[in-house]
């Protein structure tokens, strides 16, 4: 029921084009997981997203626990009937909110699924700046609710048992995600104790028909680390990777993450980069070897004002767009773009109109998929440096 074939490969990197087969149908890799943090787009359907050519979704597996949701997701008979749609799903471990609720807080490092601090911030920050409201434990993590103020516990065991019962198709390991400020020493300890409940998650997991699951490579910005937790997990029966955790100080380390990473994984799997989704990250990560990633970001600037285009990033909250008559893309084939102006959204946005949350998050999403297309088609026709290169002298 499950496979991934790589069908290509590109002569000039390591980037590759894949097929991924799941019960509820196939992804075409690189792609990116359109995220729908609590089981919606935030502004969008699963089925206009998957018209724009979304073929898998994220869903957060925290959202589902700390409020015990998922036991009513489980008398539906998981996600796929609970949401009511047939398409491929993934769900995370809730490993990630270890990070953004514990030292994401309390170094002030982001807020929750900013794994990835700008340089600006990180330069400045002192080193206790909030709460944590995370507590690890060999056996697991106690959380407090960041909604209701009462404690939760999590562990792996648990993680696995919740995303069985929540059936997406692809889920991952419970593993803790450390911060871009943690020290070698806190990296390693945390790193070796993710690869122990990488093993209590197998044992949890069985073999079901219906799921597969990643296993998640750990170690920080750490070399000698990194390459320890890619060896280790290569070594686990996972159908896949998952690299996750604290990708370094700027934009530059993650390429030298993936660097000392990938080279370890077996080749013939999937290898997923967690919660990044920048212009520029995607096209760094195609070319050293990954193949899925998933990110808020189309979602989540669209709230903010701001638009994927052609041209880079465009805040269309600035006032300078309220006499631009042009659509916000003229090269994007979206809805949004044939019909309405960047002068008319501008508009809704700096009167808080909701319906202009809902025009950008369109236009974001359908940019981004088509995005990937592009990125497919130039690796199957050996352009895919060529279409970096013209892509990334804007962003
Ligand atoms: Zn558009």
């Known amino acids: ?40 787009i935030r502004g969008l359907s699963f089925d206009k997203a998957n018209r724009f050519g979304a073929e898998i979704f994220m869903i957060n597996t925290f959202h589902f626990f700390h409020n015990n949701r998922y036991e009513i997701v489980k ?8 949401l009511n749609i047939n398409y491929p799903l993934m769900t995370d471990s809730g490993g990630f909110q270890i990070f953004s609720l514990g030292f994401g ?10 794994i990835f601090p700008e340089e600006s911030n990180i330069k400045n920050l ?10 690890v ?38 593993d803790e995600c ?30 079901p028909e219906n799921q597969v699951m990643f296993g998640i490579v750990q ?32 934009k530059k380390d993650i390429i030298k993450v993936l660097n000392w990473t990938i080279p370890l994984l077996d080749e013939n799997k999937p290898r997923h980069l967690l919660g990044i989704g920048e212009v520029d990250d995607i096209f760094n990560s195609i070319e050293q070897g990954i193949d899925l990633f998933d990110c808020v970001i189309p979602t989540r600037w669209a709230r903010h ?31 949004i773009c044939k019909k309405y102006s960047k002068a008319y959204i501008s508009h809704l946005l700096k009167e808080k109109e909701i319906f202009g949350i809902i025009l950008l998050t369109e236009h974001n999403i359908f940019w981004i998929l088509n995005l990937f297309k592009e990125i497919r088609q130039a690796i199957k026709e050996n352009k895919f440096l060529d279409l970096k290169k013209r892509i990334l002298k804007y962003w």
């Not at 008979?77 to 609970?82: A, E, P, T, V, Y």
């Not at 959380?143 to 889920?171: H, M, T, V």
Request: charged content about 25%; overall charge positive.
């Open 105 to 114: 807080m309390e170094h002030g490092v982001g807020k929750v699924a900013d």
């Open 178 to 207: 450390t911060s871009p400020l943690s020290s070698y020493e806190y990296t390693k300890e945390a790193m070796q104790r993710t690869h122990r409940w990488a093993t209590r998650c197998l044992d949890e997991f069985g073999k």
């Open 305 to 335: 004002g701001a638009a994927f285009s052609y041209k880079g990033r465009l805040n269309l909250k600035s006032s300078k767009y309220l006499n631009d008559k042009r659509p916000i893309d003229p090269k994007c084939k979206c809805n």
């Open 137 to 174: 434990y060999e056996e697991g993590v106690e959380f407090i609710s960041p909604y209701n103020g009462r404690k939760i516990f999590l562990s792996p065991e648990l993680s696995i048992k919740i995303q069985k019962a929540l059936r997406a198709d692809i889920i991952f390991a419970f």
């Open 1 to 40: 029921m499950f496979s991934f074939n790589i069908l290509k490969k590109d002569k000039e990197t390591k980037a590759r084009i894949g097929i991924l087969r799941t019960p509820h149908g196939i992804i075409h890799t690189p792609n990116i997981a359109i995220v729908a943090t609590k089981g919606s």
């Open 219 to 250: 170690g920080g910005e750490y070399e000698d680390l990194r390459k320890e937790s890619a060896k280790y997990i290569n070594s686990l029966n996972f159908f896949g990777y998952g690299i996750g955790g604290s990708l370094g100080k700027s």
């Open 75 to 82: 008398k539906f008979g998981g996600l796929h009937k609970f």
């Open 126 to 135: 002192p080193i206790s700046k909030g709460r944590n409201l995370v507590k």
